[in-house]
Nanobody
Framework: QVQLVESGGGLVQAGGSLRLSCAAS????????MGWYRQAPGKQRELVAR???????DYADSVKGRFTISRGSAQNTVYLQMNSLKPEDTAVYYC?????????WGQGTQVTVSS
């Protein structure tokens, strides 16, 4: 079993910044990827940013140049630095870990950007 715990969401004004953290624990052997997805009300969950393997990164076009995914010094920890936030970034952000073709999800953290 794999557990993912996110933190760092909150309310911020447009143009502001937030940093999300995700720590994974449990039966982690060889994950093929780890990253962040988000889901806004009435919309499907979508990719925000992820690691493919250990170091290759992949970003949604809507966040390129504003968001940065990084790994922490602790194993299986990832961060999402979000700058120049926009109201359309408002969503629940979920940490994801993929291992053996199975996806694991955190409980989600709310990010609200006011205009």
């Amino acid at each position: 079993q794999v557990q993912l715990v996110e933190s760092g969401g909150g309310l911020v004004q447009a143009g502001g910044s937030l940093r999300l953290s995700c720590a994974a624990s449990g039966s982690i052997v060889s994950p093929s990827g780890m990253g962040w997805y988000r889901q806004a009300p009435g919309k499907q969950r979508e990719l925000v940013a992820r690691f493919i393997g250990f170091s290759t990164t992949d970003y949604a076009d809507s966040v390129k140049g504003r968001f940065t995914i990084s790994r922490g010094s602790a194993q299986n920890t990832v961060y999402l630095q979000m700058n120049s936030l926009k109201p359309e970034d408002t969503a629940v952000y979920y940490c994801n870990l993929r291992q053996a073709w199975q996806d694991y999800w955190g409980q989600g953290t709310q990010v609200t950007v006011s205009s």
